[in-house]
């Protein structure tokens, strides 16, 4: 595993990272993170990269803006110190996020065939890009774990708090420093970072549950994928799988989708790293008629 430099039109160097052997692939996924997510302490993006590499295919892990950051923080709840990111993103650059790490794949790397995956708000960022570009640098999508922004706004604790604390402190002029509490019951935030997430219109793309936010980006996605999800991801209602039939339903060629649930897993496929990556091997060895190593 080699660390990515990766720099974006306005500027940002973002730090990412290759899965790949000696021989370079002609195949490569490119998986967004999530919120609070990054290869040093999200197993399941190391047991993917490595899954896949193992099997001939490349992987970049596509950090967002200072997610492959560590913030350490004292948990009260287990006495002990506790290192995660991201703490500090801006949700305004996803597309040109996403973009830069597709075409740095493509023309810089030369990679012929090119998946791009998210995994949480990174399927939400991934359906921003696949909806809005021009290109079709793109053979074929992986979701998983979408969220319903507005859906999870209502059903994560401390939201209401780190909300209006966040607004106080941005008209305060203390929009970048990280609020006193997690967000969400599970990372540190900036104040900035905290309303640019609930002023995310563009990445509003997932909206089964609340009926907040669009549908055209699914619509306009122009490869064919596979929709992922565990069967007990507490944030897409009572039946994930139905969350994920109604995201397949809104593309133009649903009947050349896939929906995948992953019994007994959650939002964060814990305990089933191997399962998630396994999974994703197998959709895309199918899609190119790959055989397995």
């Known amino acids: ?95 040109e996020d996403i973009e830069s790490y597709v075409k740095y794949a493509k023309n810089e790397l030369g990679y012929k065939n090119l998946i791009l995956a998210g995994h949480s708000l990174g399927s939400n960022k991934i359906i921003n890009y696949l909806g809005n570009t021009q290109d079709n640098f793109v053979d074929y999508f992986i979701i998983s774990s979408p969220v319903d922004i507005m859906h999870w706004w209502k059903v994560m604790p401390n939201i209401d708090k780190c909300y209006e604390l966040a607004k106080n402190w941005v008209d305060e002029g203390r929009g970048d420093d990280i609020l006193p509490f997690l967000f969400g019951g599970f990372s540190p935030m900036t104040a900035n970072t905290v309303l640019g997430f ?58 050349d989708n896939q929906v995948i649930e992953i019994e007994g897993a959650s939002h964060i496929f814990y305990g089933k790293h191997d399962i998630y990556a396994q999974t994703i091997l197998g959709a895309i060895q199918n899609h190119y008629n790959l055989t397995a190593v």
């Open 1 to 95: 595993m080699d660390i990515l430099k990766v720099e974006t039109p306005r500027g940002l160097e973002l730090k990412g990272a290759i899965f790949r052997k000696e021989i370079q692939s002609d195949t490569v996924v490119v998986m967004a993170t999530g919120i609070c997510s990054n290869l040093f302490q999200n197993e399941l993006l190391y047991a993917t990269g490595n899954l896949l590499c193992e099997n001939g295919i490349d992987c970049i892990i596509a950090h967002a803006h200072d997610s492959f950051s560590c913030f350490s923080y004292t948990d009260f709840s287990i006495g002990k110190q506790r290192t995660t990111g991201v703490f500090n993103d801006d949700f305004n650059m996803v597309y």
């Open 198 to 255: 609930y002023n995310a219109d563009n990445l509003k793309n997932c909206p089964v549950l609340s009926d907040e936010g669009e549908t055209r980006s699914l619509y306009n996605i122009k490869p064919n994928g596979t929709f992922l999800i565990g069967s007990k991801d507490s944030v897409t209602g009572e039946s994930p799988k139905a969350f994920m039939e109604q995201l397949n339903k809104w593309t133009k060629h649903a009947h």
